[in-house]
């Protein structure tokens, strides 16, 4: 018994450094686990609030996209089909008056993009993509001496009304992940719609040389 009692007197050392690496082990653990945590909560926070900023921007840009997507669609419709003598539709002060405001969240908020869920991501980025689109073409709808051709009207309204019904499926993912009451304006862009639609057909139409402009 002497022996055996001197035996574990000489592990004490040894057995209570082993608890107490154990035990800072276990503790590291259980930090680790609760930082982890933080940083998932902080994280899902900084999410939330990128997709909330982009909410308001997105707004902004699917009322300003319809109401400009429209206003082409009339402008063409009334202006540029014949209806009313041989005239240019649009020129310098109409796009002026009907141009986008600038983007500022989305190019400040880029490098975060990738905070978001990736159905978001893709849903976001096609919507702005399709907004730079309209954007770029707007000022091509002036006719130019120096350039031999024009554009239609079909490369403005095309991204302009995908922009707009893009932009319902990321306000709805939005709304869900950062708890956002459901806005209820959906502008209306039937007349964009609608003169896209008369304008495609009409130009497939003269190419097959069945179109009369006096119709």
Known sequence: MLCLYTELKGWQGLIGSLMGFGSLIA???????????RDK??????????????YGEIL???????????????????????????VRPFDKHFIEWVSLPPLKLY?????????????LVLEVVMFYAHVEQAKTWLPKLVDDPE???SYGIDFVLDPSIKAVEGASKVLQIIESISKITQTKEIPNITRAR??????LERRMQADQGQFDLSQ
């Open 27 to 37: 503790g590291a653990l259980f930090n680790s686990q609760l930082n982890r945590k």
């Open 60 to 86: 902004v840009q699917r009322r300003s996209v319809a109401y400009m997507a429209n206003a082409v669609a009339n402008r063409y419709w009334d202006w540029g089909t014949g209806k009313l003598g041989q």
């Open 107 to 119: 190019p400040a908020l880029e490098a975060k993009i990738g905070m978001l869920p990736s159905d």
């Open 41 to 54: 909560l902080l994280r899902q926070d900084e999410m939330i609030a990128v997709a909330s900023a982009l």
């Open 194 to 199: 609608e003169v896209l639609k008369f304008e």
């Open 147 to 149: 350039r031999p051709f």
